[in-house]
């Protein structure tokens, strides 16, 4: 054993010194994985005990040293290259070089990617656990706003009148999405390659399944290279991690606008002032959600470019690759609990919401869509309306101007078509609304069928993430019981 701790046990002196020393170090980054570690050392050496590998006594000195470890903290590790290789080096100054056997049929490349799946998929389910309680948000101002209307764009453009029940379902349904796509990436986070070694497997007789089971994991990877060397669960991760930011990044656009419209004024806890302009209300919150987006774009394609280049097996570049996906979980999930905050207390402008509804004759469409019920083709009727709406020179025609351009494009009274009451009614927001009835629209009745699957869905998804917890926590105590064993 070298006199220098500095050198650590592991590397020995022929790789123990040198200016790339440090270069190589992820020792204080490791922080976040340390106490998956000391979980994936526990087990380990508990299957190791359990099969024979490692006798009983020796087997409890390390575990013994590892909750001294675990008790003294990350910032008592000695130096060393990484904290899978700290940890051992502790263990070892405890016990001696008994303690090097902790690391029996086990290399560091099965370690690390063990101990990164066993803390990223505490972590993706509380980004499940935002993305839910951001959906819980929306559907309980949408259900106060079911038939609060406003105006609809695309192209910011008004285009048809719409509710904010309607409006605010649009992101429930995008979040649900988002929140599915984590919980497919946590499945497959939940696979444990401990045991494959460094990637060719080992000649001890270990028994995956057993640390698989004390660790949580749902399965074993079966081809010992690919479990080494996989880092695709970090891309799929972040994938969906950046899909979300994106969904979120929309909606802070939004609403951001709205502010700007006097559609809606946001809690001043999710606005700042400006320093030199005090009656000044910024959505400054929203606008970091919105740039949150960028940032986990940006991992995302640093992350695709580290893997892709790299041969098979392990390679050192990964020493670089969680950290992509670990920054993205956490500014993803803060950004999702700032979003769901700055809904749940935003305050609607119904008043100027109704009265814009019908801006830019966007009820239009409802008067082309009566002329195509009575009969007419639905391209003449588009085409009757839109002569209408020019003419009225960016106002909203009226009902003279609508049945003067009927004479001029159909060569016959609009009311010989439609009646008097029928386009009135069109041409009113409200009533707008309230006859877009189909599957998903915006009428209120319509929005009412799709609270209710809605609610059911979250319900759904909370319960999917009960399972996983109460998996996890399962594994725990049945782990924390199996060390006792050897006190």
Same mark, same amino acid.
């Given at each position: 054993m070298s006199e220098d701790p500095s050198e650590g046990v592991v590397r020995r002196d022929r790789f123990s010194g040198g200016p790339a020393r440090g270069f190589l170090s992820s020792l204080a980054a490791d922080e976040r994985i340390f106490q998956a570690d000391l979980a994936v050392d526990r087990a380990h050496v508990v299957m190791l005990a359990e099969?024979? &590998?490692v006798d009983d006594d020796t087997a409890g000195e390390i575990l013994a040293a590892l909750d001294d470890v675990e008790s003294a903290g990350h910032g008592a590790l000695p130096d060393g290259e990484d904290v899978h290789e700290a940890i051992e080096s502790a263990v070892i100054d405890r016990m001696g070089a008994d303690g090097g056997k902790m690391h029996t049929a086990r290399s560091r490349n099965d370690e690390v990617a063990t101990c990164i799946r066993y803390r990223l998929r505490e972590d993706v389910l509380g980004v499940v656990e935002n993305t839910i309680a951001l959906r819980e948000a929306l559907v309980s101002v949408a259900e106060k706003h079911t038939e609060t209307v406003m105006p609809g764009y695309t192209h910011l453009q008004p285009a048809q009148p719409t509710t904010v029940a309607h409006y605010l379902l649009s992101y429930e349904a995008a979040v649900a999405r988002d929140t599915a796509r984590l919980l497919d990436a946590y499945d497959r986070i939940n696979q444990s390659p401990l045991g494959a070694a460094a990637f060719a497997g080992t000649p001890f007789d270990v028994d995956r399944e057993r640390?698989?089971?004390l660790l949580g994991f749902d399965s074993v990877m079966t081809n010992s290279m690919d479990a080494s060397a996989a880092r695709d669960f970090l891309a799929e991760t972040l994938s969906a991690l950046a899909t979300h930011a994106t969904t979120l990044s929309g909606l802070a656009e939004d609403v951001? &606008?709205?502010a700007n419209k006097g559609y809606v004024d946001l809690d001043d806890d999710y606005s700042s002032t400006s320093s030199i302009m005090p009656q000044k209300k910024n959505p400054?919150?929203?606008?970091l959600v919105r740039g949150t987006a960028g940032d986990a774009v940006g991992g995302l394609t640093g992350l695709l470019t580290t893997l892709k280049g790299l041969p098979r097996a392990y390679n050192r570049d990964l020493q670089r690759a969680h950290g992509?996906?670990?920054?993205?979980?956490?500014a993803v999930g803060n950004a999702t609990d700032v979003a769901g905050g700055a809904v749940a207390t935003a305050t609607w402008n119904t008043e100027i919401l109704a009265a814009e509804a019908a801006d830019g004759f966007s009820t239009a469409t409802g008067v082309a869509d009566l002329l195509a019920m009575a009969g007419l083709p639905f391209r003449t009727a588009h085409e009757m309306v839109a002569e209408a709406a020019?003419?009225?020179?960016?106002?909203?025609?009226?009902?003279a101007t609508l049945d003067a351009v009927a004479e001029e494009v159909l060569g016959a009274s609009l009311w010989e078509y439609v009646n008097r009451d029928a386009v009135d009614a069109a041409l009113d927001p409200t009533q707008s609304v309230a006859s877009r009835d189909s599957q998903g629209g915006p009428a209120p009745s319509a929005v009412a069928d799709d609270l209710d699957a809605v609610v059911s869905a979250l319900d759904s998804d909370t319960a999917a993430l009960a399972t996983r917890r109460d998996a996890l926590a399962a594994a725990d105590e049945q782990l924390a019981t199996e060390v006792t064993r050897y006190d």
């Open positions: 099969q024979d &590998i640390t698989a089971e951001v &606008i709205f400054d919150t929203l606008e992509h996906a670990f920054d993205a979980v956490d020019a003419e009225a020179n960016g106002e909203n025609p009226t009902v």
